[in-house]
């Protein structure tokens, strides 16, 4: 149990469907990051939330791209008209203060085909 | 920017030390984070060096030298279980609030 939740865990999708996916604080956090990580990278920032406001959007973020974190408290992400690039692990990450220390959550494993 | 340079891979033997370096090159620098990932796991936090020197949890130090815009991780008494991969990152601040930038990553193999 990371303190973050993320659901699915893995999924399939077919070029050009639109996929969602959904991070759940187990606690109450204001900070909530999402990242994206390739195999043999680094984690990716992508955008960052504080609260209900999304605060940045990274440029890796093209327009089919959207997260929302409505109430401040879970938030989704979805990718419209996915392509094959797209696919990646994409990770819900939690700011623990001011020793940078995030607590991710296990990813969801997108695979695009 | 930031960009954040670790070695790919390193190889070690259970109970030996091992060293994993990161440079880092960066407009502004606040310090610097690690963090450990097994395959198909979530990056879990290990250390943060805010300042330099060397900072101690359990078999595992991590130290800072922003004059040499350089710091690492070390890992002593090494266990099998400590096979994965470990990251570096640094806070990058904008509009006041921050966002971690990650190096690549080092994929550390433990054999017997």
């Known amino acids: 149990d990371t303190g973050v939740s993320q659901d699915p865990r893995h999924k399939i999708t077919k070029r050009g469907q639109n996929v969602t996916f959904r991070c759940d604080p187990i606690s109450e956090h204001n900070r909530l990051y999402w990242y994206r990580q390739t195999l043999g990278q680094g984690p990716e920032f992508l955008t960052y939330?504080?609260?209900?406001?999304?605060?940045?959007k990274s440029r890796l973020l093209s327009d089919r791209f959207s997260a929302e974190r409505p109430k401040g408290s879970f938030s989704t992400l979805e990718i419209q008209r996915t392509e094959q690039g797209d696919s990646a692990m994409y990770l819900c990450a939690l700011s623990r203060g001011e020793d940078y220390g995030y607590t991710f959550g296990s990813g969801t494993r997108l695979t695009v085909v | 920017g930031q960009s954040l340079e670790q070695p790919s891979e390193v190889t070690a033997v259970e109970g030996a030390i091992v060293q994993i370096n990161c440079t880092y090159q960066t407009s502004g620098f606040y310090g610097l984070s690690w963090y450990q990932q097994h395959d198909g796991g979530a990056p879990t936090f290990l250390s943060y060096n805010g300042l330099d020197g060397l900072e101690e949890t359990g078999r595992f130090s991590s130290f800072l030298s922003r004059s040499d815009s350089y710091g690492y991780l070390l890992l002593q008494e090494l266990q099998m279980k400590d096979s994965a991969s470990y990251f570096c990152a640094a806070p990058m601040f904008s509009g006041g609030y921050n966002k971690l930038i990650f190096g690549a990553g080092t994929r550390l193999a433990v054999h017997p």
């Open positions: 939330f504080q609260n209900e406001a999304q605060l940045e």
